[in-house]
């Protein structure tokens, strides 16, 4: 039932109870984090030009993977997110509509499986996946199409993801932490 603030000459709803089921509420989060991760990654394209595409690429719109760590809808937003903006960006490989978006989602998976292995509260390995994911598969596609040893592919996309997700990840987490935002995002 909605309820009114008073002395206000806008009314601001509140809904008290539950008027939101819970899969609708998952689902709403799961948009709002794909278009997020979208837009984030499209700013950073325009101001800093190639910075998301490259083999040494850092996505900052990535250290939208801690969200797994706090809600399970971050699974399917993020990995939504990435595949729109890899078929919506004309300077992505091919492949990367498939491999780009597998990456994303069994980082994010396993970063949501494995959130409470932490060194001190800090989850350094759930951290540490998306550079795993991200460097096997998409070093591997860019060493299928723009050639070069797998190894050193692999470790460029890594490196690119480990960076993004320690520094602007690790923020991310201590501030929805500090802030009790996780349990906003697990209700």
Same mark, same amino acid.
């Given at each position: 039932?909605?309820?009114?603030?008073?002395?206000?000459?806008?009314? #601001?709803?509140?809904?008290?109870?539950?008027?939101?089921?819970?899969?609708? +509420?998952?689902?709403?989060?799961?948009?709002?984090?794909?278009?997020?991760?979208?837009?984030?990654?499209?700013?950073?394209?325009?101001?800093?030009? !190639?910075?998301?595409?490259?083999?040494?690429?850092?996505?900052?719109? /990535?250290?939208?993977?801690?969200?797994?760590?706090?809600?399970?809808?971050?699974?399917?937003?993020?990995?939504? !997110?990435?595949?729109?903006?890899?078929?919506?960006?004309?300077?992505?490989?091919?492949?990367?509509?498939?491999? *780009?978006?597998?990456?994303?989602?069994?980082?994010? *998976? !396993?970063?949501?499986?494995?959130? +409470?292995?932490?060194?001190?509260?800090?989850?350094?390995?759930?951290?540490?996946?998306?550079?795993?994911?991200? *460097? #096997?598969?998409?070093?591997? /596609?860019?060493?299928?199409?723009?050639? !070069?040893?797998?190894?050193?592919?692999?470790?460029?996309?890594? #490196?690119? /993801?480990?960076?993004?997700?320690?520094?602007?990840?690790?923020?991310?987490?201590?501030? #929805?932490?500090?802030?009790?935002?996780?349990?906003?995002? +697990?209700?």
């Amino acid at each position: 039932m909605p309820t009114f603030c008073l002395g206000t000459t806008v009314p #601001i709803f509140s809904f008290s109870g539950d008027t939101m089921n819970k899969k609708t +509420r998952f689902m709403a989060r799961s948009a709002l984090i794909a278009a997020l991760y979208v837009a984030l990654t499209y700013l950073q394209n325009f101001l800093l030009p !190639g910075t998301t595409s490259m083999a040494i690429q850092f996505r900052f719109s /990535e250290a939208l993977c801690v969200l797994a760590l706090f809600t399970p809808s971050a699974v399917p937003g993020l990995t939504l !997110g990435c595949l729109l903006f890899n078929v919506s960006y004309t300077h992505t490989l091919p492949l990367d509509f498939l491999l *780009g978006t597998m990456a994303t989602f069994l980082a994010v *998976g !396993g970063m949501c499986l494995t959130r +409470r292995w932490t060194i001190f509260g800090y989850p350094l390995f759930a951290l540490l996946l998306p550079a795993i994911t991200n *460097g #096997i598969l998409v070093g591997w /596609e860019i060493s299928m199409y723009v050639g !070069g040893a797998f190894w050193l592919n692999a470790l460029y996309v890594a #490196i690119g /993801e480990a960076v993004v997700l320690l520094t602007a990840g690790t923020a991310l987490f201590y501030a #929805i932490g500090k802030r009790n935002l996780g349990l906003w995002l +697990r209700t």
